[in-house]
């Protein structure tokens, strides 16, 4: 056989052995949408917290009555989380989960601003010390929505890590 049949036939074999290992571990690639479908489809279901790494090296184990769940759904066309009492729409975007909320304002009103901008609309600012709650425009109220970004560092069909603020938080599939 010559040099480059060795070649072609050891990157086939290398090409078979990667495809194969895709339907146990999704690598966490950014800027392919085929990946993100896989990732998210993957990621769907219910994960409870178990262990925080810090940027130390030290990991914590979350205590029972600290634990949380964590819950990935898709409703039609739409992607849910379930954390506790809290819930809101996800998606994936390269290796960010991104999850959005409107927090039940349990606050009182203590301020009202009016802004006015150089075309003659007008805002309404409610807010609660420095705490933007809503505002009202011509399109109604708008409540403050809450964003929070969590990187994907490693998914598999029993593990979820995701990392904030230099903290991994891993999950486990119920």
């Known amino acids: 056989m010559k040099p480059i049949n060795h070649i072609i036939l050891l ?7 990667c495809s194969c290992n895709q339907n146990e571990k999704i690598g966490i690639n950014k800027g ?12 769907i279901g219910d994960w409870t917290i178990n262990k925080i790494e810090r940027p130390d090296g030290n990991i914590d184990n979350v205590p029972n009555e600290h634990k949380y769940t964590l819950k990935l759904s898709k409703k039609k066309d739409k992607n849910i989380f379930q954390v506790e009492d809290v819930n809101g729409i996800w998606h994936l975007e390269d290796s960010l989960l991104i999850m959005e909320n409107i927090p039940v304002s349990k606050t009182y009103i203590d301020s009202v601003f009016v802004i006015n901008d150089a075309f003659g609309n007008s805002e309404v600012i409610l807010k609660n010390g420095n705490e933007k709650i809503a505002s009202i425009t011509k399109n109604g109220v708008v409540p403050e929505k809450i964003t929070s970004l969590m990187t994907l560092v490693f998914l598999d069909n029993h593990i979820l890590k995701l990392s904030m603020e230099g903290d991994i ?5 119920k």
Do not use: Q, R
């Open 11 to 17: 990157g086939f074999i290398l090409f078979v052995f």
């Open 32 to 43: 392919s949408n085929l990946n993100t479908n896989l990732l998210e489809k993957k990621i």
């Open 169 to 173: 938080h891993i999950y486990n599939k």
